[in-house]
Structures are given as C-alpha cells and as structure tokens.
C-alpha cells in the first residue's frame, strides 16, 4: 500500500430656461481602486489575517447599510420640502462618504477574491471504512420459486475526524459534519475491480469526479453471487493545488516526498541559500552541489530555469491501494476495516468568505436600484426645466423669446464652429481696414499655385 506525506493511510444651481438642460450625475461610479497586494500565501500565519480582512469588511459592509439608511432619509426629508426650494447634496450631488464605502467594499471583496484563490489549509484526518453486507445467502431445501436470489454489497465511506473525538469509542461509523467537505470531493477517480470469472460482463467500476460533480459521502456497489472473493480499491486523490510525487534524487536533497510545485522551488531556494551556493558575481545563477548535480546534470542553474528544469523529477502522487474480502458469512457488516488518510481542510473561514462573496453578488439588486433612482432624479431635473420654461414665458412672453432666440442662436453658432465671427461687422468696410488686413492678404497669394487665376498679377477681388 503505497504511502505519501499527504495521503498517508494510517489503517464581492437650478437650471437656467435659456440654456441647455443641465447635466445630472449618472449612477456613482466606484474610485479607481488602488494597487492591491495579494494576501499571504503561507498557511499557518496567514489565517489570523484573513479572520481580521473578513471582520473588517462586515465592518465596511455594516457601514455602508447604515450611509445608505440615512442617504434615504435625507432624500424623503428634502422631497417633503418641496421641489421648489434649491436642490439637496443628496439629490443633486453624490455624497462624498458613499464612492469611499463603495471603493472599501469593492477593494476588499478582490482582496477576499484573491485569497481563496490560495487558501490556507489545515490537515485532517480523513477516515476510510470499507467493509460489505449480504442478503439471502443461506439456500432452502426445496428453494422458493418466489425467492430473491443472493446478493452483496460493498460499501466505501468516508469521515473526517474531530480532534477531540474518537470514532472507535462510539462503535460506529460517525455522522458526516456539514462543516467539511464531502468525501467524494477528496478524490478525483475511483476504481473498484471485481473478479473476472465471477463477473466477466463488468468486473471494473470507475467513478471520476470530472464526469460526475455531484459530491457524495460514500459509494455503495450491490452484485447478485453468493461466491467470496477479493475486491481491488485504486483511491486516487484530488490535490488542490495540484501536488506532485518527487524524484528519489530530489527527494533525497529535500527531504519531501509529496508537495506542490511552488512549494518545490520554495524549498529548492531555502536549500541553495542554507548551503550559500548562490553566485555573488551573478545572483541570477546558483551554484550546484553534488546532490543538485544529481538533479540538473549541470555545475550552475539560472534560478529563472529552476521551475522547468525540476518538470522531469515531478510525477503524479501514487494512488492508495486497497483490498477488501467479501465475506458472505458471519457477522454484518462483515469485516469493518478502517484506513485513515491525512488530507488538506481549507479553513472554516473560507466558507463564511465564499458567503460573503455570493451575498456580494446579490448587491446587482442594490446597483438596479440605485439606476432606478438616477432615473428618477433625472426625471426630476428635467420636470424642474420645463417648469423653469413655462414659468419665464407666462411671466414676459416678448422678453422671453428673444431671450431665447438668442441663446439658441449662440448655441447654434458654437455647434457649427462659427462662434468667432460676426458677421454685422463683416459687412462693414472698417472691418477689413484694420491692421492684420494686409498681413493676411499676403500670406493668402502666397498660398496659391504660381499657375492659377489667383496668382500674382492677376486680379483679386476683396
């Protein structure tokens, strides 16, 4: 039965009328968030922060809730007030308190994002029960015609064990806790391979955890036969992050046997700085010794290449291998053995941070919301202008129209680009007596082809 460090079997200003509308903030945008620094990737240590990033953002998240309650009500105060008087921070204004809980909120939901992408894990026992049950195995003399024909079943279940319980000492198997994962979820295929002379037609059971997602506590195989025989069980586990079997030679220089990649060359790094084997001419480049000769085949390796170099030494960690009797006689369940696995937990924190971030996703109701309102303000503003309008025109109707004319007259003059000219005064002939005159006139002929009717000596008209 193979056997490895990790699988070790143990048995989130009012508007003018004239001009145009003026403009209405759309919905707030968040503040360009700032460079944001991954949180520690180490296990052990790392799991206060992430206790004290998660309280913290209840705190922003319970802050933001309260900043929203009182926008709210100063919005129902100021629309009691009355329209008429001049508009509210809170309705023309975004306040300044709210883009910085919503930059808080965004900045650490990436922060949360980013840490379960790297989770901190805690090692747990993982306990295996295999063992098998029977129906009808005993035969009558004459047999029943009715009679159900003999049959088995062999079960495979799995435990994670409390620290503080012993599962022996309730003489059973214990009830699966909600807390950890299921145990399907430790493993990433399965194959159960029967006897084939008994059962030629499907001796071979495979379940993969690819093809079938649903997590289960355990499998439950049922046969018909009343003949014992020994049951193969191939376990293969699902590391997350993926870890890898070393070498005998590299394993012999870092004294693991099974690990992740960056955890390799983590390890790889230690080693060459405990044996100050790095180059001081060339910190890029380490030296190697004669068990690091063992492993690259060279007398120097660029610390860049490391991670390649190592990719011949890593394999897929060796399955657990199982055998298990079916015993058709005696006691059920018949044979009860146990193989304890030690397994990575992620932290109980890590589920109250994926609730955080799934009840973040629901905040798109919050987002429909505040368009909602922008909507409405922009309703409002815009009511606000006609009312603007009617009320100038009921009250100076002749005023009010060349008023307007000519506001629409400047505005039509700047969308054409012709805002710079006028042109009463270039009908006049002082306009073209002034000193800038012959400057332009000059510059003007020398523009034109030496061939054309505008040239120099030909005549030209103002």
């Not at 009355?82 to 883009?99: D, F, I, M, Q, V």
């Not at 022996?168 to 198997?173: E, K, L, N």
Request: aromatic fraction near 8%; charged fraction near 20%; hydrophobic fraction near 35%.
């Amino acid at each position: 039965m193979a056997t490895n460090n990790n699988s070790q079997l143990r048995n989130p200003t009012v508007p003018s009328p004239l001009g145009n509308p003026a403009m209405v903030p759309s919905a707030m945008t968040m503040n360009q968030l700032s460079h944001l620094r991954p949180p520690s990737q180490t296990q052990t240590p790392g799991i206060s922060h992430f206790q004290t990033q998660f309280q913290s953002t209840l705190q922003v998240q319970a802050q933001y809730q309260a900043q929203m309650q009182a926008q709210a009500q100063s919005l129902g105060h100021n629309q009691n007030a009355g329209l008429a008087s001049s508009p509210s921070p809170s309705s023309s204004t975004p306040g300044t308190a709210e883009p910085l809980v919503d930059a808080a909120l965004a900045r650490k939901k990436i922060d949360i994002q980013e840490s379960l992408k790297n989770p901190p894990c805690i090692q747990k026992t993982l306990r295996i029960y295999v063992f098998n049950t029977y129906a009808n195995q005993t035969r009558t003399i004459p047999e029943k015609p009715n009679s159900e024909p003999p049959s088995w079943s062999l079960k495979i279940i799995g435990r994670i064990l409390e620290d503080s319980v012993d599962a022996d000492s309730a003489g059973g198997i214990p009830k699966p806790s909600p807390s950890y994962p299921k145990f399907s979820s430790f493993f990433k295929r399965i194959t159960i391979t029967l006897d084939p002379m008994l059962y030629p037609d499907n001796p071979t059971i495979i379940w993969e955890h690819a093809r079938s997602p649903a997590l289960h506590e355990g499998f439950e195989i049922k046969r018909k036969g009343d003949k014992e025989f020994v049951a193969n069980i191939r376990l293969e586990m699902n590391y997350v992050p993926e870890k890898f079997k070393l070498s005998p030679p590299l394993m012999e220089v870092l004294g693991i046997e099974v690990d992740t990649r960056p955890r390799i060359v983590a390890a790889i790094w230690h080693y060459v700085k405990a044996k100050k084997l790095q180059n001081p001419s060339d910190p890029s480049y380490f030296a190697c010794d004669p068990p690091l000769r063992k492993v690259f085949g060279e007398e120097k390796v660029k610390f860049s290449h490391v991670s390649q170099k190592i990719s011949s030494h890593l394999s897929p960690p060796q399955p657990i291998h199982l055998e298990h009797k079916i015993k058709l006689s005696g006691n059920q369940p018949a044979a009860n053995p146990c193989y304890d696995v030690v397994v990575d937990i992620p932290f109980p924190i890590q589920r109250e941070m994926s609730a955080f971030l799934a009840n973040t996703e629901k905040h798109k109701e919050i987002v429909a919301c505040d368009d909602a309102i922008c909507a409405a303000i922009k309703k409002i503003h815009e009511h606000r202008r006609r009312r603007a309008f009617f009320l100038g025109f009921s009250q100076s109707p002749v005023e009010f129209i060349n008023v307007l004319i000519a506001s629409q007259s400047r505005d039509l003059k700047l969308v054409a680009g012709e805002a710079s000219r006028n042109a009463e005064k270039e009908r006049r002939a002082d306009f073209y007596n002034q000193p800038w005159v012959e400057d332009a006139v000059i510059r003007y002929l020398n523009r034109k082809p030496a061939g054309g009717n505008d040239a120099p000596g030909s005549t030209f008209s103002l």
